[in-house]
């Protein structure tokens, strides 16, 4: 287990990375408390790329008629302004 001060630490920040990912515990102590930096591995089924969101987009907004829109009441489906010629 490797023992730093917090400026070290920043200083080896990547170095740091590189024994956790290696199974070494590291400690960085900052005013008197103890951060114990370890790696957890990912399991394989979480480390691929989640499925698509949208199982089914509406024709208009892919035609660029309709948006989304933020307001107070969350997301609402707005016509898109027309552009003046």
Same mark, same amino acid.
């Given at each position: 287990?490797?023992?730093? #001060?917090?400026?070290?630490?920043?200083?080896?920040?990547?170095?740091?990375?590189?024994?956790?990912?290696? !199974?070494?515990?590291?400690?960085?102590?900052r005013? !008197?408390?103890r951060?114990?930096?370890?790696?957890?591995?990912?399991?394989?089924? #979480?480390?691929?790329?989640?499925?698509?969101?949208?199982?089914?987009?509406?024709?208009?907004?892919?035609? !660029?008629?309709?948006?989304?829109?933020? !307001?107070?009441?969350?997301?609402?489906?707005?016509?898109?302004?027309?552009?003046?010629?």
């Open positions: 287990m490797k023992n730093l #001060k917090v400026a070290e630490a920043r200083a080896r920040f990547g170095e740091i990375l590189d024994e956790a990912e290696r !199974g070494v515990p590291v400690v960085i102590e005013r !008197g408390i951060f114990l930096v370890t790696a957890e591995p990912v399991d394989a089924g #979480k480390a691929a790329m989640p499925p698509d969101p949208f199982t089914y987009v509406d024709p208009a907004v892919m035609s !660029g008629n309709w948006t989304w829109t933020a !307001g107070p009441k969350g997301l609402t489906f707005a016509a898109r302004p027309r552009k003046r010629r």
